[in-house]
């Protein structure tokens, strides 16, 4: 059971960026902010995780409120590759049972 | 260098046959997974081996026997096959959770299952 909500769909221009929101008000303070994408046909990826501070990687930025009841996850210069479902997930910092629940996700369309 | 790959990518079958999905990882995870797609695009765990070790089983139905011959292949081994199996698997790995933490996982890029 997803412990996320996200709007089921959203849209881009290419070249700029994309915020896609998530809300998790039930998180516990040891519990993860995930995100993940999967386009069409493929696995899912990897995106980007974190707990409380702003995080960034190669591929996104993610920014987590400080109640930690909502996240944003920013690809800051969308291309048409991006386009994508955007799981945003909820996981224990330690569990001796680790799998990923996943929700319905954000459908992410890049407009040329 | 595929990281987590799987085979076959297609696999077409018909009710009542015996069929098997392989997976392996390059990577060097201790801990391997099985997820199940299905039409509406659901994404569950089924399975879950840490070390060849069982350590997640989503109540699937006992015709789907996970085999782990080495920490570095998760097989999946699907009885008799039914019409409601047809979807797509996905086989994940992540590191070692010796310590408890979470670690992201890495995803192979399914087998799409069609039972007739």
């Known amino acids: 059971d997803a412990k996320t909500t996200q709007p089921p769909s959203m849209d881009c221009a290419e070249g700029r960026a994309a915020n896609l929101p998530c809300n998790h008000s039930t998180i516990s303070g040891n519990e993860y902010v995930y995100w993940y994408r999967q386009i069409h046909s493929q696995g899912p990826q990897y995106i980007i995780h974190g707990l409380k501070n702003n995080e960034t990687n190669e591929m996104a930025s993610l920014i987590i409120t400080e109640d930690r009841k909502s996240s944003t996850l920013i690809l800051p210069h969308a291309t048409l590759r991006d386009t994508a479902v955007y799981y945003c997930i909820v996981r224990p910092v330690y569990s001796s049972a680790s799998k990923i629940i996943f929700g319905s996700g954000t459908r992410l369309s890049i407009r040329p | ?116």
């Open chain 2, 1 to 116: 260098d595929t990281a987590v790959s799987q085979t076959p990518k297609y696999l077409v079958t018909q009710m009542g046959n015996d069929k098997s999905i392989k997976c392996e990882q390059n990577l060097g995870h201790d801990t391997m997974y099985w997820y199940k797609q299905d039409s509406k695009k659901f994404l569950k765990i089924m399975f879950s081996y840490n070390n060849k070790e069982l350590i997640i089983n989503e109540t699937v139905p006992n015709r789907f026997s996970p085999k782990s011959p080495d920490k570095a292949h998760l097989n999946l081994h699907i009885n008799s096959l039914e019409l409601g199996d047809s979807a797509v698997y996905f086989c994940a790995s992540s590191r070692p959770e010796t310590s408890g933490l979470n670690y992201e996982q890495y995803f192979g890029p399914g087998t799409r299952l069609t039972v007739t």
